[in-house]
């Protein structure tokens, strides 16, 4: 790899035109688009061994890579290009995007300033920046890149997106509508429906619920709020096209060596996570305790995707349980999807607060480590309709508590509130937690 070379800005740092080997750089291009990425590989790796000081080149090779799976050869690439050329814009933001995707939430955030400092005024990379400081919990710098992206570029629909929802959590809730009214990025819409709820906007909540039901947008959010809302209002939840009945699709496995889950697996997984292997994730919700960032299942470890393969098999059988299930949610089960995977580790007085997976479709909860002082429900997890500090009118929401132990595996709607029972034992509670997430 020589020691210098010039990288033409483009998305993903692709060059449309490109004066070195045109057809050749334009076919490695073209499978790029394609998400051909296998193909891609081989064929960067074959011009990059005969044009190794073509940046564009090395790029799509890495793109390659890192859409093809193979994450440590990707940061490889970026990260030796790096160290021969300090500072390069597209190779400092591409590298800071795929730390985010694996966790290393403050590498990105170096990244992402370096980018920032050669190009001020980049709304994609400002945009990944205000996201990393959102995830990490700083959100007056969070918010402040995600309005300087909308004044570089109004139109900038994920950036408003993420705004909006940034502006829920500090209750601004009128400001919020307003800006998911200009997007249709997303979840924006569900979020929307959700300040008309929290507002309690009864007229504007249920035309908008309507609307989204007309339009097939089932997701986790607006089926939460409207399950919640069936209770409040007094009104049927037979129209839930997402979930009606969340609370009965609640099923519970346990794991064992027979099932491919041994000490040795669990204990190789904690090792990495302990010894740095991700960042922590601003998580308000949590005490006394600290959750990973990133995409768990990105991480080429033979242990993780040991553990990916048997997650698998379980939502295989989850669906075989359910086959007969009326609910939208099975009905409509997505034909492809990415799974997407944390560790959530608590001590002595540890809890996480009610909370859906609004992303998600199916989520789930393996239970690594467990307390065996326990008293009573101390340390289980509880499912409710209600949760978010969602308005309940003074209503009483049915819950179900589920006994949890180590090497329970628990899978459930996404849009199922969930909470932990608080647990003084000086043992730690640790769960891999996860999301069948659609992709297509």
Same mark, same amino acid.
């Given at each position: 790899?020589?020691?210098s070379?010039?990288?033409?800005?483009?998305?993903?740092?692709?060059?449309?035109?490109t004066?070195?080997?045109?057809v050749?750089?334009?076919?490695?291009?073209?499978?790029?688009?394609a998400?051909?990425?296998?193909?891609?590989?081989?064929?960067?790796r074959?011009?990059? +061994?005969?044009?190794?000081s *073509? !940046?564009?080149?090395?790029?799509?090779?890495? &793109?390659?890579?890192?859409y =093809?799976g #193979?994450?440590?050869?990707?940061?490889?690439?970026y990260?030796?290009?790096?160290?021969?050329?300090?500072?390069?814009?597209?190779?400092?933001t591409?590298?800071?995007?795929?730390?985010?995707?694996?966790?290393?939430?403050?590498?990105?955030?170096?990244?992402?300033?370096?980018?920032?400092e050669?190009?001020?005024?980049?709304?994609?990379?400002?945009?990944?920046?205000?996201?990393?400081?959102q995830?990490?919990?700083?959100?007056s710098?969070?918010?402040?890149?995600?309005?300087?992206?909308?004044?570089? +570029?109004?139109?900038?629909? *994920? !950036?408003?997106?993420?705004?909006?929802?940034? &502006?829920?959590?500090?209750? =601004?809730? #009128?400001?919020?509508?307003?800006?998911?009214?200009?997007?249709?990025?997303?979840?924006?819409?569900?979020?929307?429906?959700?300040c008309?709820?929290?507002?309690?906007?009864?007229q504007?909540?249920?035309?908008?619920?309507?609307t989204?039901?007309?339009s097939?947008?089932?997701?986790?959010?607006?089926?939460?709020?409207?399950?919640?809302?069936?209770?409040?209002?007094?009104?049927?939840?037979?129209?839930?096209?997402?979930?009606?009945?969340?609370?009965?699709?609640?099923?519970?496995?346990?794991?064992?060596?027979?099932?491919?889950?041994?000490q040795?697996?669990?204990?190789?997984?904690?090792?990495?996570?302990?010894?740095?292997g991700?960042?922590?994730?601003?998580q308000?919700?949590?005490?006394?305790?600290?959750q990973?960032?990133?995409?768990l299942?990105?991480?080429?470890?033979?242990d993780?995707?040991?553990?990916?393969?048997?997650?698998?098999?379980?939502?295989?059988?989850?669906?075989?349980?359910?086959?007969?299930?009326d609910e939208?949610?099975?009905?409509n089960?997505?034909?492809?999807?990415?799974?997407?995977?944390?560790?959530?580790?608590?001590?002595?007085?540890?809890?996480?607060?009610?909370?859906?997976?609004?992303e998600?479709?199916?989520?789930?909860?393996?239970?690594?480590?467990?307390p065996?002082?326990?008293?009573?429900?101390e340390?289980?997890?509880?499912?409710?309709?209600?949760?978010?500090?969602?308005?309940?009118?003074?209503?009483?929401?049915?819950?179900?508590?589920?006994?949890?132990?180590?090497?329970?595996?628990?899978?459930?709607?996404s849009?199922?509130?969930?909470?932990?029972?608080?647990?003084?034992?000086?043992?730690?509670?640790?769960?891999?937690?996860?999301?069948?997430?659609?992709?297509?």
């Amino acid at each position: 790899m020589n020691k210098s070379f010039t990288l033409h800005g483009c998305s993903d740092g692709i060059e449309e035109r490109t004066k070195l080997s045109e057809v050749t750089i334009e076919s490695l291009v073209k499978l790029y688009r394609a998400k051909d990425f296998k193909k891609l590989v081989s064929c960067g790796r074959e011009f990059v +061994d005969s044009n190794s000081s *073509s !940046a564009t080149a090395w790029n799509l090779l890495a &793109l390659g890579y890192r859409y =093809s799976g #193979n994450i440590p050869a990707a940061l490889k690439v970026y990260e030796d290009l790096l160290k021969l050329n300090p500072g390069q814009f597209l190779l400092s933001t591409n590298l800071g995007n795929l730390y985010m995707a694996i966790g290393q939430i403050n590498k990105a955030i170096e990244c992402f300033e370096v980018a920032r400092e050669k190009q001020p005024d980049h709304a994609p990379n400002l945009e990944a920046l205000a996201i990393a400081y959102q995830d990490t919990g700083q959100n007056s710098k969070a918010i402040e890149n995600f309005k300087k992206v909308l004044e570089i +570029d109004d139109t900038k629909e *994920s !950036a408003r997106y993420h705004l909006a929802r940034m &502006l829920v959590r500090l209750k =601004s809730y #009128n400001e919020a509508v307003e800006h998911f009214e200009k997007t249709d990025f997303g979840l924006s819409k569900s979020h929307q429906l959700e300040c008309f709820y929290y507002l309690g906007d009864k007229q504007n909540f249920y035309k908008t619920y309507r609307t989204l039901i007309k339009s097939e947008r089932i997701n986790p959010l607006m089926s939460s709020i409207g399950s919640h809302a069936s209770v409040r209002y007094e009104v049927s939840n037979k129209e839930n096209p997402f979930c009606k009945d969340p609370l009965a699709h609640v099923k519970s496995y346990h794991l064992d060596e027979k099932s491919g889950l041994d000490q040795s697996l669990v204990k190789s997984i904690l090792d990495f996570y302990e010894s740095g292997g991700t960042d922590g994730k601003s998580q308000p919700l949590l005490s006394n305790g600290k959750q990973s960032s990133g995409n768990l299942f990105l991480q080429q470890r033979e242990d993780i995707q040991t553990l990916k393969t048997i997650i698998q098999k379980k939502i295989g059988e989850y669906l075989t349980f359910f086959k007969e299930s009326d609910e939208g949610f099975i009905k409509n089960w997505p034909s492809k999807y990415t799974l997407y995977g944390w560790l959530v580790a608590m001590k002595s007085g540890g809890q996480l607060g009610a909370h859906i997976h609004k992303e998600g479709w199916l989520s789930g909860t393996l239970y690594f480590k467990m307390p065996e002082k326990r008293i009573g429900d101390e340390g289980n997890i509880v499912f409710s309709l209600d949760g978010a500090n969602y308005p309940t009118g003074g209503k009483k929401y049915p819950e179900e508590t589920k006994t949890v132990i180590k090497g329970d595996l628990v899978m459930f709607p996404s849009s199922l509130f969930h909470r932990t029972v608080p647990f003084k034992s000086e043992e730690e509670r640790v769960s891999f937690a996860f999301d069948v997430i659609p992709s297509g």
